[in-house]
């Protein structure tokens, strides 16, 4: 390595600008608080009532089938959409009108349904007994609670969704397989042996809800950056736009920060300014982030500053 390019990063250094990204995403995003909120109250009601690591599958489950139906009803309601990554038949172009977003909803619907149905008779039927398997089903109460309680918060999160994906153009790859990493988590659970729902031991069933926690912070963290990436491939990215970005990029988030000084850069959906475009790269460069850095030596190379 040569004495010019910067070293990376130390792990710990990595590790504290993830978790200093992950809190400014929270801070400005009320639903990554409603969605921490409602898997807290699961996690309450689950501990409370002393389910099962059998029945606590169950309630994720049920949890994930309800992204599901929220995740096709925000296809369907897309206004434009990016088709990287998709093909036509015979390398026709893709369809982005109505029939071509019931077409990708209904892909994301086979394959999402066919995983968790998977998913149930695992879970269902998890082992077998010398009656042969049995049908295991959760307390209906119980379970109807934590469902309602997620729904409330997944209402809320696919309407703010909507709203913003009709200001930009989301990537539909992104869009249909983001939500599958809710189910890892139990595919994980299932092939370390979860499924023996050993009552002796509290270990899967801690383990699982760590697992789940990481899942859920992941995709959030992950649909975020789609959506960031969708507002800023607007042509012309409106004013609720900007202010989105400056109040993410305000809260330390890279990505943002990043992206609002492209915006001054080109002027596109604010009036081009230099040393707004400067501030801002700084801001991300300070962070380590190569584009910024990049950006910022080819901006003083032509004597934009």
């Known amino acids: 390595m040569s004495a010019e390019q910067p070293a990376l990063p130390r792990l710990p250094q990595r590790i504290a600008r993830l978790v200093r990204s992950l809190a400014a995403v929270a801070v400005s995003d009320g639903s990554t608080s409603s969605l ?4 807290l109250l699961a996690i309450a009601i689950a501990y409370r009532y002393g389910m099962s690591l059998r029945e606590l599958m169950f309630v994720f489950w049920l949890q994930s089938v309800i992204i599901g139906v929220s ?7 897309l206004k434009d959409f990016s088709k990287a ?3 036509g038949r015979y390398g026709a172009p893709l369809d982005k009108t109505g029939p071509g977003k019931i077409n990708f909803a209904l ?3 086979i394959v999402y349904g066919f995983a968790h149905l998977i998913l149930f008779v695992f879970i269902a039927f998890g082992e077998p007994t010398r009656y042969g398997f049995q049908l295991h089903v959760p307390p209906l109460g119980e379970l109807l609670v934590c469902g309602l309680t997620f729904a409330v918060h997944q209402v809320y999160s696919t309407a703010r969704k909507i709203k913003l994906d009709r ?3 989301p990537h539909m790859h992104t869009m249909m397989s983001a939500p599958l990493v809710r189910i890892l988590p139990m595919h994980a659970t299932i092939l370390v042996g979860g499924l023996s729902f050993s009552a002796a031991s509290a270990v899967p069933w801690w383990l699982f809800v760590g697992l789940k926690i990481v899942a859920d912070v992941a995709m959030h963290v992950r649909e975020e950056r789609s959506i960031q990436e969708a507002l800023f491939r607007s042509a012309s990215p409106p004013e609720e736009t900007v202010k989105w970005y400056r109040e993410r990029a305000e809260k330390g988030n890279t990505e943002a920060q990043l992206n609002l000084g492209k915006m001054y850069l080109q002027g596109r959906g604010v009036p081009q300014s230099n040393s707004e475009a400067l501030k801002w790269l700084r801001r991300a460069a300070d962070q380590n982030d190569l584009v910024a850095k990049t950006l910022i030596m080819q901006g003083a190379r032509s004597g934009r500053w």
Do not use: D, H, T
């Open 71 to 77: 995740q096709a009803v925000r296809i369907l309601c």
């Open 85 to 87: 990554g998709f093909k």
């Open 167 to 169: 200001q930009g153009v």
């Open 107 to 109: 892909q994301f619907v």
């Open 36 to 39: 921490v909120i409602a898997n």
